[in-house]
């Protein structure tokens, strides 16, 4: 495995595992200002944050690791309501959403890089 494949296999693990232990706790997050439903905004930029890496260093894997994406955040909502949380359907298109924001801020960023900063 090359190390540019490390790096976004690695940053990709650590995103999904922040995830997973901060959407399977009982903690409600604290409210954004006066927005209604800021619990859609976290879960945007959360798998955003989820989809970048990869997107950016290894956008070969994208073919199998957007299906995983929408599965992990499916499965989360699944299980939420085990953890006292609530299932949502809403939560998980937020996630779907943040998953195409990722891959477009990924590639995009790619694609902007000069060619002698980008990894090999």
């Known amino acids: 495995m090359s190390r540019q494949e490390k790096l976004a296999a ?17 903690i409600s997050s604290p409210q954004i200002g006066e927005i209604e439903q800021s619990d859609k905004i976290y879960h945007a930029i959360a798998f955003a944050a989820l989809a970048f890496p990869i997107a950016l260093l290894q956008p070969r894997w994208l073919v199998v690791a957007v299906p995983f994406f929408a599965a992990f955040g499916g499965i989360i909502e699944i299980v939420q309501p085990f953890v006292g949380r609530e299932c949502s359907l809403t939560d998980w298109l937020a996630d779907l959403i943040g998953v195409a924001l990722g891959v477009v801020a990924g590639r995009a960023a790619a694609a902007s890089m000069p060619v002698a900063w980008r990894l090999r």
């Open 10 to 26: 690695g940053l990709t693990l650590l995103v999904a595992l922040a995830i997973a232990a901060l959407t399977l706790t009982p």
